[in-house]
């Protein structure tokens, strides 16, 4: 199962936007991999104010930070069509720049993968 981790610094965003990232992160998902829709979960997160630094400065820019855990095992292509078709979404949202939005896809093996009990099966999944 996908999980994506969206945190936010230096902005608040409102139930609204929180389900429209949401959707546009299940969407993007399902349209750049095939997965089920139901696979893809989001969490969201804020930094307190003075808690995001950047250069060992505090950072005051509003930005969103995107941290994708995925199955490993899809190409390059359909991992940056699926960062591209995010990062074009959210940054609409949220009305920032699409330079505030930052995404990181990470592949992890099925073999240290488990959902619902189990370990995942090998191969192309999720």
């Not at 429209?20 to 804020?46: C, D, K, M, W, Y």
């Not at 941290?67 to 940054?91: D, N, P, T, Y």
């Amino acid at each position: 199962m996908p999980t994506y981790t969206v945190t936010v610094a230096n902005l608040s965003l409102s139930p609204q936007q929180k389900s429209q990232i949401a959707e546009a992160i299940t969407a993007a998902h399902n349209a750049q991999t095939g997965a089920p829709r139901f696979f893809a979960q989001v969490l969201f997160s804020a930094a307190d104010q003075g808690d995001h630094f950047v250069g060992g400065r505090v950072n005051t820019a509003p930005q969103v930070y995107v941290h994708g855990l995925v199955r490993e095992g899809r190409s390059i292509g359909i991992k940056q069509a699926l960062m591209s078709q995010m990062l074009e979404e959210i940054s609409r949202i949220v009305d920032i720049t699409a330079e505030d939005v930052w995404i990181y896809l990470q592949d992890i093996p099925a073999t240290q993968m488990i959902e619902f009990g189990r370990f995942l099966p090998a191969g192309r999944g999720s």
